[in-house]
């Protein structure tokens, strides 16, 4: 996996290096802390600054390997009850969201809270700066969009961490000194939505972008990021609203599943922002291995294990839960007779690799089969990018949002169907029957949540929205309490007198 490398500082500047076009930026690494009065001079400047800001995404924490299991989807998979460690060694501490093991001290707490908290700081830098910029040295409408993407990404970094966190440091000024006690969740929530909305509503961000500026926010982004906080806010009019504003733009479902979750599909009309990656290093031969990949050549393996419980989600091709299928237990092993997604998404035991120097001791379920792509061969090395948003979940969130909220049925039915109605899916329904036997038809729209973006790094969240913090651990649930939010790190109450720890960990 390639991370944004961005090798520019004023001293390269004074050497006479070049600077990328525009449309390299996001292949281009932060400036170093270059200092803020002999960095912004022009718009290559203020966007290389920019990119230090998108580069902060790919870092342990964030969207960077599993480690820990410190990224997104591995938080679906080692923190919820769809997934679990199929490394056996794995200890509490290297693990602990699947042993019930967080803590104050734990690496994990401490990872998340410093990479967002970083990426917080460059983006502060950026909108701070650039408009004190000389008019001859940028143009208006570049400088809205430096601003526009960096508010976007601020935004992104401060509804993670209240997400998990709750009650953070609301800092908005690079330029801030002394300690900075914790704000409200509810008070970053509604800065951070105030902030973003006004950018959504005005022409800073573009509304589509060229296939070579792909991982750039758009204004798609925008209403699709604002969606999902207030979803999680249960700000349900709000949520209805912004995802109405994406509906409206040029986005649709990519009929191929697969081909979706491949190289081909990062330019998908379905993806609305994510994570870009490539394999290659600085434009050589020379090659990292890939985040997303869990294959070499033809053999696989992967350290997430799948639950039987992710696995009798599934419907059977009919549209039947498997505890009420017609098909036997073998017959409902059988691909062909269950819903497509089951087979896209997970890969069965039998189908491992008996001598994979890994695989001999994962005999439980499944493995994710998400983002392989059989079409390359060297599947170390991917240049496959990570969706963070993409126009299923905001179909979804709407539904969410409108059932919640007594919307029409119809049309929550409707925006189901539409997902389900995807060519390489293409599921029956959503039925009156469907609907009793899950209890609702929020559960309806939970199941096809669930079903639909596996180890996507959207179920840990769903789940903790819902309440449902019993279904956070597969084998280590540490009860409701401390299940809610996340402890902040000690290095940080060691740093910062001014916090004060959440209360279900210790605090008063």
């Known amino acids: 996996m390639k991370k944004i490398n961005i090798y520019i500082t004023a001293f390269l500047l004074g050497l006479g290096f070049t600077l990328p076009s525009c449309s390299d930026f996001l292949d281009r690494e932060n400036p170093s802390e270059a200092s803020a009065g002999n960095y ?13 800001c998108y580069s902060v995404l790919q870092e342990q924490g964030l969207y960077y390997n599993y480690y820990n299991a410190a990224d997104p989807r591995s938080l679906d998979g080692f923190g919820t009850t769809d997934g679990y460690s199929g490394w056996w060694f794995w200890s509490p501490s290297e693990m602990p969201l699947s042993w019930g093991s967080l803590s104050p001290s734990c690496e994990l707490v401490d990872i998340v809270w410093k990479v967002c908290y970083k990426g917080i700081a460059r983006c502060n830098e950026v909108i701070y700066y650039v408009p004190q910029m000389e008019e001859e040295n940028i143009i208006q409408a570049d400088a809205d969009r430096i601003i526009g993407e960096a508010k976007f990404l601020r935004t992104f970094y401060y509804n993670y961490l209240t997400s998990l966190f709750r009650d953070v440091s609301l800092s908005t000024e690079p330029t801030e000194n002394g300690y900075i006690p914790v704000s409200p969740k509810a008070d970053v929530v509604k ?19 060229a296939a070579s500026e792909r991982g750039r926010a758009t204004r798609g982004a925008a209403w699709a990021l604002l969606c999902r906080i207030y979803l999680h806010n249960e700000m349900w009019a709000d949520a209805a609203d912004a995802a109405s504003k994406v509906m409206t733009m040029n986005y649709t479902l990519e009929d191929d599943y697969l081909t979706l979750f491949s190289e081909a599909g990062n330019t ?40 039987n419980d992710l696995m009798d989600e599934y419907y059977d091709i009919d549209g039947n839960p498997v505890a009420q299928s017609s098909y036997t237990k073998d017959e409902l092993l059988d691909f062909a007779n269950r819903d497509p997604r089951f087979e896209y998404n997970i890969r069965l035991k039998e189908d491992w690799v008996s001598d994979d120097w890994i695989n001999w001791e994962q005999v439980i379920a499944g493995r994710i089969n998400k983002y392989q792509d059989y079409t390359v061969t060297e599947k170390w090395f991917d240049d ?125």
């Open 40 to 52: 912004w001079n022009n718009k290559a400047e203020a966007e290389a600054m920019l990119a230090g």
């Open 191 to 209: 800065f951070i939505t105030d902030d973003l909305k006004a950018v959504a509503q005005s022409d800073a961000l573009p509304t589509t972008i």
């Open 268 to 307: 998908s009309k379905e993806v609305i922002f994510a994570v870009r990656f490539s394999s290659a290093i600085d434009g050589t031969d020379n090659k990292m291995r890939g985040f997303l990949s869990t294959r070499n050549n033809e053999e696989f393996y992967s350290p997430i294990g799948v639950t």
């Open 384 to 508: 496959q990018d990570y969706y963070v948003l993409r126009y299923a979940d905001v179909l979804l969130m709407r539904a969410e949002a409108l059932a919640n909220s007594g919307g029409s049925q119809t049309e929550i039915e409707g925006l189901i169907n539409q997902v389900r109605d995807r060519a390489s899916v293409n599921m029956p329904h959503v039925t009156a029957a469907e609907i009793a036997n899950a209890g609702s038809l929020l559960n309806v729209i939970k199941h096809e949540r669930r079903v639909e973006f596996a180890f996507e790094g959207l179920r840990y969240f769903d789940l903790k929205r819902w309440r449902e913090y019993s279904k956070l651990s597969e084998f280590g649930y540490v009860g409701e309490a401390r299940s809610k939010v996340w402890p902040i790190p000690q290095g940080e109450l060691d740093n910062n007198k001014a916090i004060v720890q959440a209360v279900e960990w210790g605090g008063k």
